[in-house]
């Protein structure tokens, strides 16, 4: 492949030029970058996977121990109580809809004499 070939000679001839101190920096970049990018990319997905996977096995253990202790899980069917009329929300008239909000006002605050 002359594309690679081509490259590779560049990219060699470009890291020649450098100096020793500057090859040594660029050395210690690409190291801190491959470094980021292998705890980011790879690392910090492992642990978050991890965590989750603890904290459901912890949730599983509880519900597995409540579960032979003879407790239910769900809190079971909520009951209605009260006829339907009692539960329907309070009709407003239409007149109070348009109705200016009443306003108290405040009074000036009192000034006392030293």
Request: proline share 8%.
């Amino acid at each position: 492949m002359k594309f690679d070939r081509s490259l590779r000679q560049q990219l060699s001839n470009w890291w020649q030029g450098r100096s020793s101190r500057e090859q040594l920096l660029l050395g210690v970049l690409a190291a801190l970058a491959i470094s980021w990018a292998l705890i980011v990319l790879v690392i910090q997905p492992i642990w978050t996977l991890r965590r989750e996977a603890i904290v459901n096995l912890q949730t599983y253990e509880a519900l597995n121990a409540r579960l032979r202790a003879g407790a239910t899980i769900g809190g079971g069917v909520a009951q209605r109580q009260g006829s339907p009329a009692a539960r329907r929300a309070p009709r407003t008239s239409r007149r109070t809809w348009n109705a200016p909000p009443r306003v108290r006002p405040v009074p000036p605050p009192v000034r006392q004499r030293a």
